[in-house]
């Protein structure tokens, strides 16, 4: 059988199947399925992308909504917090006399003027000190209350052999306060005293004039006194 022979006898058996009466109805059907089929695997396909995207969402609302409760309660929080560090108080003039308040000797500070070093040396036995605090009296020179320059604990009350009585009140951050030349004391060792508080009367020691009735103020830190800076 040559090539055309071939030819003609194949277009021979699909004009006979073409015209058996299942052909058309079957092929109708097998079209149909396979329409049918696409249709449902895209349909299938878009359910399933809608699914993850609601999915996606979903997990994202709820990461929103945990993450402004958080926000909520990190507020309150804020809001009910008291605060790390108490508001720092700054030093007060030791006495109860206001405007009447007078300074007799200063704290000798290296870097003050000549004439301010003069005024901060202390005359005694023939010899002159320089004065490691300030020394505070009342215009009138009569007794006065002594309070806490500070808030804090007392630390020491003793006789000093040229200062007189005197007390000691320990403060944060490594500083002291010494009250010196007391002639009645209010306050014992262990006490705590908020600033303000009285802790005795003004009085005299060796380096007092006759008759000034003063308190001597010094102020320690790290274990030096340093310049009150009144």
């Given at each position: ?27 109708y059907?097998t ?5 049918l089929?696409g249709?449902?695997?895209?349909q ?11 999915s ?6 709820v ?8 926000q909520?309660?990190?507020g309150n929080e ?24 007078e300074v007799?000797?200063?704290f000798?500070?290296?870097?003050a ?10 005359f ?10 300030v ?15 500070l ?12 200062l ?8 944060e ?8 030349s ?32 003063k308190?001597?103020?010094q102020?320690?830190?790290?274990g ?7």
């Open positions: 059988m040559n090539e055309k022979e071939r030819k003609l006898f194949q277009e021979s058996k699909w004009k006979r199947l073409t015209r058996q009466r299942w052909f058309y109805p079957t092929l059907i079209l149909v399925a396979v329409m089929t249709v449902m695997i895209y299938f396909q878009g359910a399933e992308e809608v699914e993850r995207d609601s996606r969402d979903t997990s994202f609302d990461e929103q909504n945990d993450l402004v409760e958080h909520q309660a990190g804020d809001e009910d917090a008291e605060p790390v560090m108490s508001e720092q108080e700054s030093l007060v003039i030791p006495t109860t006399l206001g405007s009447d308040t007799l000797t200063n000798y500070d290296v870097e003027s000549a004439e301010d070093q003069e005024n901060a040396l202390i005694y036995n023939n010899q002159y000190y320089q004065s490691q605090g020394d505070f009296t009342s215009a009138s020179g009569e007794e006065f209350d002594v309070i806490a320059a808030s804090g604990t007392v630390l020491d009350v003793r006789e000093d052999q040229l007189g009585t005197l007390v000691e009140l320990e403060h951050e490594e500083k002291m306060t010494v009250y010196a007391l002639s009645d004391v209010t306050v014992e060792p262990g006490e705590e005293v908020s600033q303000g508080d009285v802790i005795g009367r003004s009085g005299e020691n060796v380096y007092t004039e006759t008759g000034v009735s308190v001597h103020f102020l320690i830190e790290d030096q006194p340093v310049n009150p800076g009144f």
